[in-house]
């Protein structure tokens, strides 16, 4: 157990650095194609087949609506050009959906990534909810050490995906 209030360190730090100029914003209608082109063309670049029980774009047809309450969907900009995203769902009352957690191919491993989780994080923490989940492809090799390097353990896998669990009792402000 880490002391209240605290995270463990983290392993490793972006190799680059934190993009001067990007930044973190709530989302707006008027980002909307921007984050559909986003995450359609990483998961083609990524060859990830989708689930087909889980795999729906409809919460990309209604961002706002889906993300509402307590949840929320932001995007990294750099120079307001989208860079990431990153969406929380309410799945029950104790427990979030980290969701759409995408970066842009020549952004990954500056801090971007981090900075997206780390905002989805506190949001989550904030929003009173105990833990926090997400299925990622098998595929995504990179994105399940990232995980797990931020705390996310492996619960269970189906043939498409993996389920990572966090829980967020020691997640501050500073993260």
Do not use: C
Not at 9 to 21: A, E, F, S
Not at 57 to 63: A, F, K
Not at 65 to 84: P, T
Request: charged content about 35%; glycine content about 6%.
């Amino acid at each position: 157990m880490f002391p209240s209030g605290s995270v463990p360190d983290r392993p490793t730090q972006p190799k680059v650095g934190i993009i001067p100029l990007m930044k973190i914003v709530e989302y707006s209608p008027r980002y909307e194609r921007e984050v559909k082109k986003l995450i359609f063309d990483i998961l083609k670049e990524l060859d990830s087949p989708p689930a087909p029980e889980e795999h729906t774009d409809e919460d990309l047809d209604n961002i706002e609506g889906v993300y509402s309450g307590r949840g929320g969907f932001w995007v990294a900009l750099d120079n307001d050009k989208i860079i990431g995203t990153v969406g929380v769902k309410e799945k029950s009352k104790d427990t979030a959906k980290l969701k759409r957690m995408f970066v842009l191919k020549k952004f990954r491993g500056t801090g971007v990534a981090q900075k997206l989780l780390d905002k989805a994080l506190v949001f989550s923490k904030k929003m009173d909810y105990k833990r926090i989940e997400l299925w990622t492809s098998h595929v995504m090799k990179r994105a399940q050490k990232f995980y797990e390097k931020n705390g996310f353990e492996f619960i269970e896998e189906n043939q498409w995906a993996k389920r990572y669990l966090r829980r967020l009792q020691n997640i501050s402000a500073g993260v």
